[in-house]
């Protein structure tokens, strides 16, 4: 069983190309994402938001599994573009579009072209709980110690 089955949605397959949706190299962990939009391109303003349509749908096929949007860490280093969430979660029965929400970081506008790699999709395993409803929990060593309850250094 493949771990996911993927739809390309309006004309993207032409966007990701011959390989289609795939890492980059094949050692690494991420999937690239590619903006898929109407338009030739967008312009994210300093500060600014903006929803990117990456042009594919996905079946989750693995038990357990879910698929995480991460920011490309070279593009925020050098253009300030990254996840506005941190961290996207892409539950395993979501058959939408998948958008990546871009956060413009920078002091300057950033162009986001058809085609630009923005973000890249990571497969991990999560773990189902269900809660039990408790009087109390178990003491610890840390207790209810917050941010910082252990000092500095």
């Given at each position: 069983?493949a771990l996911?089955?993927?739809?390309y949605?309006?004309d993207?397959?032409?966007?990701?190309?011959?390989k289609?949706?795939?890492?980059?190299?094949?050692?690494?962990?991420g999937?690239?994402?590619?903006?898929?939009?109407?338009?030739?391109?967008?312009?994210?303003p300093?500060?600014?938001?903006h929803?990117?349509?990456?042009?594919?749908?996905?079946?989750?096929?693995?038990?357990?599994?879910?698929?995480?949007?991460?920011?490309?860490?070279?593009?925020?280093?050098?253009?300030?573009?990254?996840v506005?969430?941190?961290?996207?979660v892409?539950?395993?029965?979501?058959r939408?579009?998948?958008?990546?929400?871009?956060?413009?970081?920078?002091q300057?506008?950033?162009?986001?072209e058809?085609?630009?790699?923005i973000?890249?999709?990571?497969?991990?395993?999560?773990?189902?709980?269900s809660?039990?409803?408790?009087?109390?929990?178990?003491?610890?060593?840390?207790?209810?110690?917050?941010?910082?309850?252990?000092?500095?250094?």
């Amino acid at each position: 069983m493949a771990l996911a089955k993927i739809q390309y949605l309006r004309d993207s397959k032409t966007v990701y190309g011959e390989k289609g949706a795939c890492p980059a190299t094949s050692r690494s962990c991420g999937m690239d994402l590619r903006a898929a939009f109407p338009e030739k391109s967008i312009e994210i303003p300093a500060g600014g938001r903006h929803p990117v349509p990456t042009g594919i749908a996905l079946e989750i096929c693995q038990e357990n599994t879910a698929a995480f949007l991460y920011s490309r860490s070279g593009l925020g280093a050098k253009t300030g573009l990254a996840v506005a969430q941190g961290v996207g979660v892409i539950d395993p029965d979501y058959r939408g579009e998948i958008i990546a929400y871009m956060l413009n970081t920078s002091q300057n506008s950033v162009t986001v072209e058809q085609g630009d790699r923005i973000a890249q999709l990571v497969f991990q395993p999560y773990f189902p709980i269900s809660l039990e409803e408790a009087e109390e929990l178990s003491p610890t060593e840390r207790g209810c110690g917050g941010y910082g309850h252990t000092g500095k250094k």
